[in-house]
């Protein structure tokens, strides 16, 4: 029968150290706020520790925004390419794909297009690796020529506006009727075929 008081005795032990750990716990919190508010009037005075939370402050915006602003790409890297016996010329692809034919998208201009970075960046919008993110065929290691000084995909070149002087940011056939399938690196090249971006389909502020 001496089990009884036993348990009896341990259950008001275990139930009176229950009851202190809230209060331990509170001292706890407010000896750690307490070491807290010590530690921030020993930055300095009032307008320095402003200062610090702002520029803090600052640091965490602009990197919050440049993740918010950030372009939404596909990454993928292509190693090679392989084409479809069409019987074209490198010189003829190139021609068909760099030719301008006239026809504008929103009146962008062509150096205010391969000059533009990204917001709070100064990377260009119109790199190879953004490029080839939206969906748009640049070769592997392409570098600019007589035909694509600026570097750019499939069907985008430039031609003169004749009432402005200026030379606009061309759309030719080979942007939107120019394929690819990748595999493991490998692009196959289907010239004439569906092209995966949706140029056709661009609205201004998008």
Known sequence: MTVIPFLRKLCAT???KLKCIPSALWRWIKGIMRSLHILW?????????VMLVLSVALVIGWHQAKIFLAP???RETIYEVR????????????SFYYTPQGTELLGIEYQWFINLELPLSDEMLASADNMRGW????????????????????????HLDPKSGKERLDIGCAACHTGELHYQG?????????????????KRGE
Do not use: H, K
């Open 14 to 16: 275990l139930l009176s």
């Open 41 to 49: 009037q020993s930055l300095g005075p009032r307008w320095l520790r």
């Open 72 to 74: 939404n790409l596909t």
């Open 83 to 94: 084409y479809l016996n069409e019987g074209w010329t490198p010189f003829q692809r190139q």
């Open 135 to 158: 969906g748009f065929i640049i070769d592997p290691g392409q570098r600019p020529d007589n035909l694509n000084p600026g570097n750019l995909p499939v069907g985008l070149g430039r």
């Open 186 to 202: 490998t692009a196959l090249r289907v010239d004439g075929g569906q092209a995966v971006q949706s140029l056709s389909n661009a």
